[in-house]
């Protein structure tokens, strides 16, 4: 605890420049501090930022007895834990500033759990430090991971809905065209064309209005995915390249597999019968 112009505060000392790996999940409005010696500035939480009515470029000042410390706001942090009322501070800073010099309370490291790490490395710690309190946070990520496994099989399963009814779509389109058009197919096949030409013809056809959907549909989609990452997560969602060459691929394939079926009917026109009306 520590002492402001306007109430006691809880003051948080950290490494600022490992910080950001270690939360990446902040909501901070302003900067994040990059440097571990910063002792001019700090963060603050966005509840404690609202109870002493600061915002970003205000000051904060520290006070015991006759001993002042300014601190300059540069961030303000949405954490949604108990962070969000507190005043994070330079580690030494916060040291110095309670008479703790070399002390602190706790300590977050990031490990890679690739094959399996976390638990030696927890272990290993144990044997070297028994009187502190280790503890692997495995039960949080292995939870995520398994959301996230389960929204990529969702999405995959409604990407392959998609894809379906897509070409059920374009199917059903085709073979309405092919049947309005039938004059067209029957007056082309008297004049000489074979079926490799209509079938050319269909193909060719098939392909542009497929390019042009796939456009539409790439800059469209982006739009939206920017308005849903805004309004749920508060942030922008980046444009990730093998997307658009795996979106047209799989694209004209649909409409290619689509396009069989009235193609096949579109060769078998027979001219006679069509161009009498029949």
Same mark, same amino acid.
């Given at each position: 605890?520590?002492?402001?112009? $306007? ?27 990059? *440097? @571990? ?44 834990? %108990? ?14 500033? $309670?008479? @703790? ?5 706790? #300590? ?61 779509? *374009? ?10 058009? %039938? ?12 079926? @490799? ?13 497929? $390019?042009? #959907? ?9 739009? $939206? ?31 290619? %597999? ?15 019968? *069509?161009?009498?009306?029949?």
């Amino acid at each position: 605890m520590a002492r402001t112009e $306007l109430e006691k505060v809880v003051l948080m000392g950290v490494w600022f420049d490992a910080l950001r790996q270690l939360s990446p999940y902040w909501q901070v409005t302003g900067d994040w501090i990059g *440097v @571990k010696f910063d002792d001019r500035n700090a963060m603050i939480g966005v509840k404690l930022a609202e109870r002493l009515h600061v915002k970003v470029g205000d000051n904060v000042t520290l006070i015991d007895g006759s001993e002042r410390q300014r601190l300059r706001i540069k961030g303000i942090v949405e954490a949604g834990d %108990a962070t969000d009322n507190m005043l994070i501070v330079n580690l030494e800073l916060a040291q110095k500033w $309670l008479q @703790k010099e070399g002390t602190i309370s706790n #300590a977050l490291l990031s490990v890679s759990n690739d094959l399996g790490q976390v638990d030696r490395f927890a272990a290993s710690l144990q044997q070297q430090y028994p009187d502190l309190e280790i503890r692997p946070i495995l039960k949080v990520s292995a939870s995520e991971g398994q959301v996230l496994d389960k929204i990529k099989g969702l999405m995959g399963l409604v990407s392959a809905v998609i894809l379906v009814l897509s070409s059920l779509c *374009v199917n059903t389109t085709l073979m309405a065209i092919v049947g309005e058009r %039938a004059k067209e197919f029957a007056l082309q096949k008297a004049l000489g064309a074979n079926g @490799k030409d209509i079938v050319r013809q269909m193909l060719a056809e098939t392909g542009v209005i497929a $390019l042009a #959907a796939v456009v539409c549909g790439c800059l469209l989609g982006y739009l $939206l995915a920017q308005v849903l990452g805004l309004t749920v997560f508060n942030a922008s969602i980046s444009l990730r390249a093998p997307v658009l060459p795996l979106t047209l691929l799989l694209s004209l394939l649909v409409a290619a %597999a689509a396009a069989v079926f009235p193609t096949r009917r579109a060769i078998h026109v027979e001219p006679a019968k *069509v161009l009498k009306g029949e």
